[in-house]
């Protein structure tokens, strides 16, 4: 073979290397499926801007990159990334000031800006809201498996609050209207790069990001993927609104979507398969929010089942937060209202199961009836049982017990819930005082530290040279063990009834290990219940505070010159530090990973530092 012809079959390879991004070409699926579900966007090229992370792992899952590529970005890649997804819409304000565009820029096919219900909307029926501020992709197909891609930083909408509440089109980049930028600050970007990977390590349901484009001045574009980034507010607009067809429509893809992706078995024609959709649901989210309660999890769930995926996972990492204890007073301050709490994510949770409910019911019957008729249908009430169910094996699951151990508890009657009384005594209780102001929102913190005693005490009973029975934590270290830094100096003292509940914890405890052993000692299970119960109470628990101030950071490194590929190595280092989390089922691609990348040791021991200094806060 020539030099020439050679070189030509190079070229040619380099080309088709990233080919499957091409998938990502503005057409999607929902667009023929919802005729009025979207507003459509003619997108141009931005060609500028930086990679600052890229998602290797998910990429390989989607297929959009080999299996044996390496883990580090090529300047082929982040070509063809920038190509891809640094793309901004133009908007109803370009078109009306006429605003020079380059026409080598113009994408050949329009993007989807998708409708939703949003509760920041005057609105509540969905007319006006939506994707404010970004587009979607498309999809990729992979194996059998449809991924959805959308970008937000795109540019404002027409369906943003800011323009809704301005009442004509705004400009990108303007700042005169709350929610009316379009655009996305970089650390916001980087910070959910983070989150959703630890997340998705940890076993939940959730968005993942894809890729950041750092596009300069504190703002870039990030780009998330799913198997299915509907959210119960695509459906919920056609709903309020009464648009049977439309509804129809919405809640037909999203059943075939699920079922073509085996993500939901159901088998059923006609209207019978939209009550097999509604038992889907109502499993998905009990178990969902269970976990969301039992992992300190804060998730802004409401009615709108906006902040939230139809099939019970986490979108919008905007107002998502991991707490390092149950600090279940905080609420998130938006401006306007702040948030639910903690406690109230189960009721939030289940209204929108009872909103799937009463829409299951109008697609049946093509009459709409009042939402309060199926506060006790059947699969509200399932759901109610669900998440007790989940939040019981969660408790034990935390604790160290595998499935095995858990079903051994169970089986003896009353024992999880004289456990629970006891877990809940501490787990529940507060500082002295009331509710006081934090940086977003208010708290008022927990008073005991519940992961550190989970994560002590198996270690405690395996360490302790006495016979298993006399094996007994002093009353002082276990209560020094389990106060939080929140409290103040009266709170800092044992009194008779923490006494009482600290003996009851330790005797029920150990019954439960005794039972949990089955037919062996308990003494041969306590090495697995403590390097379990290590691993799922780490203290590298990245919590919200803990977040914001890493990226910062980052950020202050980065201007004085921290490369991209260090700041997608220190990312990659922070979620690879949650893999290997016990009964959590991760692609080939995290188990086979060996060694974690190498970093600026300073800066990655100054942000571990963060970590420990936040590990109880928000």
């Known amino acids: 073979?020539?030099?020439?012809?050679?070189?030509?079959?190079?070229?040619?390879?380099?080309?088709?290397?990233?080919?499957?991004?091409?998938?990502?070409?503005?057409?999607?699926?929902?667009?023929?499926?919802?005729?009025?579900?979207?507003?459509?966007?003619?997108?141009?090229?931005?060609?500028?801007?930086?990679?600052?992370?890229?998602?290797?792992?998910?990429?390989?899952?989607?297929?959009?990159?080999?299996?044996?590529?390496?883990?580090?970005?090529?300047e082929d890649l982040e070509k063809k990334l920038i190509e891809t997804f640094s793309v901004q819409i133009i908007n109803e304000y370009d078109e009306l000031t006429k605003r020079r565009i380059d026409s080598d820029t113009i994408r050949p096919h329009r993007h989807m800006a998708t409708r939703y219900l949003q509760l920041q909307h005057a609105n509540k029926q969905g007319k006006t809201s939506g994707d404010g501020r970004g587009i979607w992709n498309g999809t990729v197909y992979h194996r059998g498996t449809t991924w959805d891609v959308s970008s937000r930083g795109t540019g404002v909408t027409c369906l943003s609050p800011g323009s809704v509440e301005a009442q004509k089109p705004l400009k990108t980049g303007g700042t005169e209207f709350g929610y009316g930028c379009g655009l996305a600050e970089i650390d916001e970007l980087l910070a959910a790069s983070i989150l959703a990977e630890v997340m998705h390590l940890q076993g939940l349901r959730t968005e993942r990001v894809l890729c950041v484009i750092d596009l300069g001045k504190g703002y870039g574009i990030g780009v998330r993927a799913a198997q299915n980034l509907i959210r119960p507010a695509h459906l919920f607009l056609y709903l309020k609104q009464e648009k049977y067809s439309s509804l129809k429509e919405a809640t037909d893809y999203l059943i075939n979507r699920q079922v073509d992706n085996k993500a939901w078995n159901i088998t059923a024609k006609g209207n019978t398969r939209y009550d097999e959709l509604l038992a889907h649901v109502a499993q998905s989210f009990g178990e969902f929010t269970a976990q969301l309660d039992i992992d300190y999890i804060f998730a802004w769930l409401d009615w709108d089942g906006d902040n939230v995926l139809a099939d019970a996972g986490i979108i919008d990492y905007g107002s998502v937060r991991q707490f390092g204890i149950r600090h279940d007073k905080y609420r998130y301050d938006d401006v306007e209202r702040f948030s639910t709490n903690l406690n109230e994510q189960?009721?939030?949770?289940?209204?929108?199961?009872?909103?799937?409910?009463?829409?299951?019911?109008?697609?049946?019957?093509?009459?709409?009836?009042?939402?309060?008729?199926?506060?006790?249908?059947?699969?509200?009430?399932?759901?109610?049982?669900?998440?007790?169910?989940?939040?019981?094996?969660?408790?034990?699951?935390?604790?160290?017990?595998?499935?095995?151990?858990?079903?051994?508890?169970?089986?003896?009657?009353?024992?999880?819930?004289?456990?629970?009384?006891?877990?809940?005594?501490?787990?529940?209780?507060?500082?002295?005082?009331?509710?006081?102001?934090?940086?977003?929102?208010?708290?008022?913190?927990?008073?005991?530290?519940?992961?550190?005693?989970?994560?002590?005490?198996?270690?405690?009973?395996?360490?302790?040279?006495?016979?298993?029975?006399?094996?007994?934590?002093?009353?002082?270290?276990?209560?020094?063990?389990?106060?939080?830094?929140?409290?103040?100096?009266?709170?800092?003292?044992?009194?008779?009834?923490?006494?009482?509940?600290?003996?009851?914890?330790?005797?029920?405890?150990?019954?439960?290990?005794?039972?949990?052993?089955?037919?062996?000692?308990?003494?041969?299970?306590?090495?697995?219940?403590?390097?379990?119960?290590?691993?799922?109470?780490?203290?590298?628990?990245?919590?919200?505070?803990?977040?914001?101030?890493?990226?910062?950071?980052?950020?202050?490194?980065?201007?004085?010159?921290?490369?991209?590929?260090?700041?997608?190595?220190?990312?990659?280092?922070?979620?690879?530090?949650?893999?290997?989390?016990?009964?959590?089922?991760?692609?080939?691609?995290?188990?086979?990973?060996?060694?974690?990348?190498?970093?600026?040791?300073?800066?990655?021991?100054?942000?571990?530092?963060?970590?420990?200094?936040?590990?109880?806060?928000?």
């Open 1 to 74: 073979m020539t030099m020439k012809h050679s070189g030509a079959r190079k070229l040619k390879e380099l080309s088709n290397f990233y080919s499957s991004f091409e998938q990502l070409n503005g057409v999607h699926p929902w667009m023929d499926a919802v005729a009025d579900g979207y507003v459509a966007y003619q997108v141009r090229e931005l060609r500028q801007g930086k990679v600052a992370y890229f998602n290797f792992i998910l990429a390989k899952e989607m297929g959009l990159i080999p299996a044996d590529h390496p883990q580090q970005m090529t």
């Open 346 to 618: 189960k009721n939030k949770a289940r209204l929108i199961v009872q909103v799937f409910a009463q829409m299951v019911d109008y697609l049946k019957t093509k009459k709409k009836k009042p939402l309060r008729e199926f506060a006790q249908h059947p699969q509200v009430l399932r759901f109610n049982e669900v998440f007790e169910q989940k939040r019981a094996d969660r408790i034990l699951y935390r604790m160290g017990f595998n499935a095995t151990q858990r079903q051994n508890i169970f089986a003896q009657k009353d024992l999880f819930a004289k456990f629970d009384k006891e877990f809940s005594f501490f787990e529940r209780a507060k500082i002295s005082g009331t509710t006081e102001k934090v940086a977003d929102g208010v708290n008022h913190p927990a008073l005991y530290n519940m992961r550190s005693i989970l994560k002590d005490y198996p270690k405690f009973l395996l360490e302790s040279p006495l016979p298993f029975e006399k094996r007994w934590m002093t009353e002082n270290v276990f209560f020094k063990t389990i106060l939080s830094g929140f409290a103040k100096a009266r709170d800092a003292r044992m009194g008779e009834k923490q006494r009482r509940h600290i003996e009851s914890f330790q005797k029920i405890y150990r019954e439960m290990v005794q039972v949990a052993a089955g037919k062996q000692k308990p003494e041969v299970i306590l090495k697995g219940l403590y390097e379990r119960a290590a691993k799922l109470n780490s203290d590298k628990r990245i919590t919200g505070n803990a977040l914001i101030e890493m990226v910062e950071e980052i950020l202050t490194e980065k201007k004085k010159g921290l490369p991209m590929d260090q700041i997608q190595k220190i990312i990659d280092r922070l979620v690879f530090e949650n893999n290997g989390v016990p009964e959590v089922n991760v692609s080939r691609f995290y188990r086979e990973l060996q060694a974690t990348p190498a970093v600026k040791m300073d800066l990655y021991t100054k942000l571990l530092s963060l970590v420990e200094e936040n590990s109880e806060s928000i």
